[in-house]
Structures are given as structure tokens and as C-alpha cells.
């Protein structure tokens, strides 16, 4: 599958509408780890972030398959830049297209949807806590050795991510929910399975 069959397919599971950029690419991000679809992920400033689903998010607004919506909520205290979310909701030509997308992917679209529901489970719609747990998941899963709290928490800090060793420890708990890291620790760290 492509990254816009992807975000479309993803959309439908979720009701036809999905809020905010960061909830869609975590959600994608471990989607990705748990089904292998192939899409890419680099570090960027709210965690994993694929270029590939940024771009097929720009070609469905172009098609008009959804409708982007922006939520104002002021400025932010500490840097007074204006903060934003946007909503993503399937047009009636969108609805169409993933009524498509999910005959022609039907094996696919069950395991996208259980898996989906797997994750909104496990992050209870809190975006943060799944932004956190993916930077983890992230740190872990790329650096090819065990890595204590410490660790983890210094490889975010070069990669350019404030993460705490408090929040890496509510993300292995968020990662345990996943069954992505299992009860064994190593240095405080649950060992990913």
C-alpha cells in the first residue's frame, strides 16, 4: 500500500476523522512497526515523523478526499508563536475512495483496523503520551543495543528531543499496553520484544 491509501484507510478506521497531525503520524508510526507497510521515519521535533504520509496528508486536501480543518488555541506562553492542531475529515469523495481501498485491501484493512484499535486502546487518545512513547520505541528499537533510562533520555537530548526520565518511564508503560517492549528490564528498561 502507499502512504495516501494508508492516511485514507487509517481515517476510515477511525470513524472518518482523526485529530491532529502528531496523534496521525504516531498512530502511523507504530502501525508502520506493527504491520511493516513500508513507510519511512526520520527523527523530527514531536517524534518519528514520516515524509511520506506528511505528503500523502497534502495530496488527499488536493484531491479533495478530506477536509483540513485548523483549531486555534492561542499563543504559546514560552515562545508566542500561535498554536495550532489540524483535523483531518473524509469528504464524500474520500468515503468513496476508502470504500474502495478497503475491498481491494481487504486482508489488509482487518489488520489495519484490529491493530488501530489495538493502539487507540493502549493511548487513550492522549497524543503526548504516544508522541513520548514512540520517541522511546524509537531510541530503542534504532540503537541496536540495551539502553538504560539515562541512555535513552541522553540519545533524545542529541537527537534533539526533550524527554525526561520520567516521561521515558510513563512511555515503556504506554510500550507495555503495545506488547512492543515485554516485563523484562534491563536498567529500568523493558527489553523490546
Known amino acids: 500500500m502507499r502512504a495516501l491509501e494508508i492516511f485514507l484507510l ?5 470513524g472518518g476523522k482523526m485529530a491532529g497531525k502528531t496523534l496521525i503520524q504516531k498512530r502511523a508510526y507504530f502501525l508502520n512497526e506493527f504491520l511493516k507497510l513500508g513507510l519511512r521515519f526520520k527523527p523530527h521535533y514531536y517524534g518519528p515523523y514520516s515524509p ?3 505528503d500523502a496528508i497534502g495530496k488527499a ?3 479533495g478526499f ?5 483549531v486555534n488555541f ?5 515562545t508566542g508563536f500561535e498554536v ?4 483531518y475529515v473524509l469528504t464524500p469523495d474520500g468515503k468513496v475512495v476508502a470504500a474502495a481501498l478497503k475491498k481491494q485491501y481487504q486482508h489488509e484493512w482487518e489488520r489495519l ?3 488501530l484499535g489495538k493502539i487507540r486502546e493502549a493511548d487513550k487518545n492522549d497524543y503526548v503520551a504516544l508522541s513520548l512513547a514512540a520517541k522511546t520505541f ?3 528499537s534504532t540503537s541496536g543495543r540495551t539502553l538504560t533510562v539515562p541512555d535513552i533520555a541522553a540519545e533524545a537530548k542529541r537527537i534533539g528531543w526533550r524527554v525526561s526520565e520520567r516521561d521515558i518511564e510513563r512511555a515503556t508503560e504506554l510500550l507495555l499496553k503495545l506488547g512492543l517492549v515485554n516485563g523484562e528490564t534491563t536498567g529500568g528498561v523493558p527489553v523490546t520484544n
Do not use: W
Not at 487509517?10 to 477511525?14: D, F, G, I, K
Open 52 to 54: 511520506d504520509l506528511d
Open 113 to 115: 483496523t484490529e491493530t
Open 138 to 140: 524509537y531510541i530503542l
Open 74 to 78: 492561542g499563543p504559546d506562553m514560552n
Open 61 to 63: 486536501k488536493v484531491l
Open 84 to 87: 495550532r492542531r489540524f483535523d
Open 10 to 14: 487509517m481515517l476510515e478506521a477511525a
Open 66 to 70: 478530506v477536509q483540513e480543518s485548523a
